[in-house]
């Protein structure tokens, strides 16, 4: 059963923080061959989550450098997963972190914004970590930032994602049987 639990905004922006201009050796870094913003994103929306989706193609996981999800390091396939796109809805069972799409007057901290260059091309991701009065500022990879201004990047557009939870699965655990047996389980569920 798929229940939802709060994403904590705290953590990501920590962990955003922490690592904005270093690289976590748990992590494979992608700079230099495709960039590491998503890639950086993917690890801060995980503190904040600590859930990861592991189905094959569709889901949001990292394991090593050759097994992950396309969505843990791709802008556009991050996207279609945080956001539901349908053909990632139904084929990976909905567990793990989701957002919507807002206008800017929505975001808050921990909440991911993608750049789009004058093509419509989505090609960076960086994640929300603070405000200077109207000012958002963002901590990212590949180019390192901690906290720098949105307004200073060159882009064409961009969108922001708030995040709205986490999906996580529970298992329809022995505790009714435990009690109902009197603290016996039943041998189905040895």
């Not at 796109?85 to 901290?109: D, T």
Request: aromatic share 14%; glycine share 8%; with cysteine.
């Amino acid at each position: 059963m798929l229940v939802t639990k709060p994403y904590n905004r705290e953590r990501a922006v920590k962990y955003a923080k922490r690592w904005a201009l270093e690289r976590n050796p748990l992590f494979i870094d992608f700079t230099g061959i495709g960039g590491n913003c998503t890639n950086f994103v993917s690890q801060a929306l995980l503190a904040g989550s600590c859930t990861m989706n592991y189905t094959p193609d569709f889901g949001w996981y990292y394991v090593n450098e050759n097994d992950r999800a396309p969505a843990w390091s791709g802008v556009e396939f991050l996207y279609d997963f945080l956001t539901g796109a349908p053909a990632f809805l139904e084929k990976n069972g909905g567990v793990g972190p989701f957002a919507m799409e807002v206008p800017r007057a929505r975001v808050e901290l921990g909440d991911v914004a993608q750049y789009a260059n004058s093509r419509g091309d989505w090609y960076h991701t960086v994640m929300i970590t603070g405000f200077d009065g109207d000012e958002i500022l963002v901590s990212a990879q590949s180019n390192d930032a901690l906290d720098r201004p949105i307004s200073s990047y060159n882009f064409a557009s961009v969108r922001f994602l708030h995040l709205s939870g986490v999906r996580v699965e529970i298992s329809d655990d022995t505790c009714f049987d435990l009690l109902y047996n009197g603290g016996e389980v039943p041998p189905e569920n040895v």
